[in-house]
């Protein structure tokens, strides 16, 4: 059974920097992307960033530049380092798997809360 467990969210004000780790069980996901969707209140689900399991990465445009995804393929972890973060990145943070040869991410965390003051 695939797990995926979110961990690092918090409060921070503008400007501060998070870093965001999520732990992946239940199976080997070397063949697997690994990646941070976000949704604010109000808002849907969008992509943040994404890692291939030979460290590909891929960015919203948002958020490039400034955040910066990596993986432990070892310790089944993925990270999302957090930097100059803005009050529009407050939102529950997302981990979530999809195998390279599917279209959708079909594995998904329970979230984590990050909050940036202004």
């Known amino acids: 059974q695939v797990q995926l467990v979110e961990s690092g969210g918090g409060l921070v004000q503008a400007g501060g920097s998070l870093r965001l780790s999520c732990a992946a069980s239940g199976r080997t996901f070397g063949s697997y992307f690994l990646g941070w969707f976000r949704q604010a209140p109000g808002a849907e689900r969008e992509f943040v960033a994404t890692?291939?399991?030979?460290?590909?990465?891929y960015y919203a445009n948002s958020v490039k530049g400034r955040f910066t995804i990596s993986r432990d393929s070892a310790q089944n972890t993925v990270y999302l380092q957090m930097n100059s973060l803005k009050p529009e990145d407050t939102a529950v943070y997302y981990c979530a798997a999809r195998h390279r040869a599917a279209t959708e991410y079909n594995y998904w965390g329970q979230g984590t809360q990050v909050t940036v003051s202004s």
């Open positions: 890692i291939s399991g030979s460290d590909i990465t």
